[in-house]
């Protein structure tokens, strides 16, 4: 297994034989840093284009990942969700900085089946399934009462029962196009190796980069 804290040339440039599918790599390094950092390892920036062409990014936690691409769920309504809805393509960006990596991604994103959307909702806490109700969420907000009065009334509407996936609640996939991996060297000349390929049916092309 590659080590943490350094990668050799040799180390480096086997990988495209050793994990010609970058999701398997990307398992192994998101596996390697949640036994090093300190908060969630599975944090991660996304990135979006709003209607002027302007970019927008925040952070988001991956929620899960698999051999077509990476999932995350929000709120369909809020500015990520419309400029999605608007513009598919998005980016997100992992920064493990214990382990002095990071991995960016490039793709295309799109909902998720309702049965999944489903299935994870039911596995949050009741608390946050209340909180998808009750937050408008990126519209403007008179004050904090006005948002804890709404909590209040949902959590007394649903008492007993169980509480619903919202109709605006939802997962995104991300199908990467570019997934690089880059470990950080010494005087600044850091690894740099991506993988490419034109559509996610097409196999996947590896290549170092300058740093």
């Known amino acids: ?36 950092e300190v908060n969630d390892a599975n944090a991660m920036v996304l990135a979006t284009v709003d209607a002027d062409g302007m970019p927008d990014c925040r952070i988001m936690l991956l929620n899960g990942f698999g051999p077509d691409g990476f999932v995350f769920y929000t709120n369909t309504l809020s500015a990520k969700g419309s400029q999605l809805a608007a513009n598919p393509k998005a980016a997100i960006l ?9 991995v960016r991604v490039r793709g295309m994103a799109h909902k998720i089946s309702d049965q999944l959307a489903d299935a994870y909702f039911q596995s949050r806490p009741r608390g946050s ?21 709404r909590v ?14 919202p109709a605006h609640w939802t997962g995104y996939e991300i199908l990467p ?27 996947w092309k590896a290549e170092r980069l300058n740093p």
Not at 10 to 30: N, T
Not at 152 to 165: A, C, I, M, S, Y
């Open 94 to 102: 992992f920064h493990w900085k214990s382990s002095r990596r990071q």
């Open 1 to 36: 297994m590659v080590k943490a804290d350094k990668l050799t040339t040799s180390l480096f440039d086997d990988l495209c034989v050793q994990k010609p599918d970058p999701m398997e790599l990307f398992a192994q390094w998101l596996e390697q840093a949640r036994k090093s």
């Open 129 to 149: 399934r209340i909180g998808a109700h009750a937050s408008f969420q990126s519209q403007p907000l008179a004050n904090r009462d006005e948002l804890e009065t």
């Open 152 to 165: 209040k009334e949902l959590t007394e509407q649903f008492d007993g029962e169980e509480v619903p996936r």
């Open 177 to 203: 196009l570019y997934i690089e991996f880059w470990q950080d060297g010494e005087f600044r000349l850091h690894d740099r190796f991506v993988y490419r390929r034109e559509s996610s049916k097409d196999k």
